[in-house]
């Protein structure tokens, strides 16, 4: 039953194959299984190349069956069609363009299967691409916030700056009046005379100002900083929404794009392999000598072509003899005077009836 199985995967006569040897029926039995199991890898490779599209198994597992049957019967369409010739010339010339598209189905199945055999190789390339997006992202992301966080921050200085200036200069007007109370400056007298009075009163107002300044700029420090922070977390927000763009950046041209940058000679081998198989059948019916199956298929299929062609032939010479025997027949009634005078009595009565028609209808229209 298996064997029956794969002589139909084969795309051979089965009638005419059951009259062959054993042998006969077994090499194309072989051809079949080949054909068969280059169907069931292409319907692993599309299902899996599928399923990094979709991420869904059941539509992944649906189109890798419509696209199995799809080579399978392209396989079996190359294999069945090709017929052994009287030269070798002739045969290699017919089965060209069926082992170019043999070859282009190869790659087509081997690729798939090739990122699945190099997937932990893959996941590697890919995650390494992912984090320099991810940085380069961020970078990006970063560009549009950066020069106003600085600029803000600059803000923030500026107004430390003024305290930071404001308390030098009231620590100098306390150093005055301290010194000019200790007598080792200014005046030189100690004790807290008018002079100590006037510059005590210009520190203290120096120092209210100083308090003025420090509260003024802590409340615009405080809603600089609130700025900042909401900047801050825009731009988390923005990387966390980009983010898993970047995360779902395994597709299927990225993994092929990702195999590419491997060493390509696994890769090669791999082709080859596929390639080796899907050639195969094609290649085993060039090489082989004209078998007990060719033989009969060419037999029947002369029989057939001889015995069109005789009726073809047959069909003219109906065609010619019958019209021979018309033009004889036709010219014998020509010629007889009987049928001359029968037919110049009806055409008379026909042309007189003409005439008193058209008299009737010219009388009508006055």
């Known amino acids: 039953m298996l064997q029956r199985f794969f002589i139909l995967c084969s795309g051979a006569d089965t009638d005419i194959l059951k009259t062959c040897s054993k042998g006969e029926q077994n090499k194309y039995a072989g051809i079949g299984a080949t054909v068969f199991f280059t169907a069931v890898m292409a319907f692993i490779a599309c299902s899996y190349a599928l399923y990094t599209v979709f991420d869904n198994i059941y539509s992944a597992i649906f189109f890798g069956i419509i696209w199995g049957l799809l080579i399978f019967n392209l396989d079996r369409f190359i ?197 080796a198989i899907e050639t195969s059948p094609i290649i085993a019916k060039l090489l082989a000598p004209k078998g007990e199956y060719d033989l009969k298929l060419e037999d029947e299929e002369t029989t057939l072509r001889t015995w069109v062609t005789q009726k073809v032939l047959q069909r003219e010479k109906i065609l010619a003899t019958d019209t021979e025997l018309n033009e004889k027949i036709y010219g014998e009634i020509a010629e007889e005077e009987a049928v001359y005078t029968y037919k110049k009595e009806k055409a008379e009565v026909l042309l007189k009836r003409q005439a008193d028609a058209f008299q009737e209808t010219q009388l009508k229209s006055l």
């Open 79 to 275: 294999v069945s069609t090709i017929k052994k010739r009287k030269s070798f010339g002739s045969e290699l010339l017919q089965a060209t363009p069926r082992i170019i598209l043999a070859v282009i189905i190869a790659i087509v199945i081997s690729k798939p299967l090739e990122m699945k055999i190099f997937e932990k190789e893959i996941n590697q390339v890919l995650l390494k691409e992912k984090n320099e997006m991810t940085l380069a992202n961020k970078q990006q992301l970063a560009q549009q916030y950066t020069p106003t966080v600085e600029k803000l921050n600059q803000d923030i200085a500026q107004l430390k700056a003024e305290i930071t200036a404001k308390e030098a200069s009231t620590d100098a007007l306390y150093d005055v009046y301290i010194s000019e109370a200790e007598g080792t400056a200014g005046t030189g007298l100690l004790g807290k005379g008018p002079v100590y009075s006037e510059k005590r009163n210009k520190h203290d107002a120096s120092l209210a100002e100083l308090n003025d300044l420090k509260e003024s700029n802590a409340q615009k420090i405080v809603s600089i900083e609130n700025q900042i922070t909401q900047l801050n977390d825009a731009y988390a927000e923005t990387v966390q929404n980009t983010q898993p763009i970047i995360d779902g950046f395994d597709g299927l041209m990225a993994r092929n794009n990702a195999l590419e940058k491997l060493p390509w000679l696994p890769s090669f081998f791999i082709f080859l392999l596929f390639m």
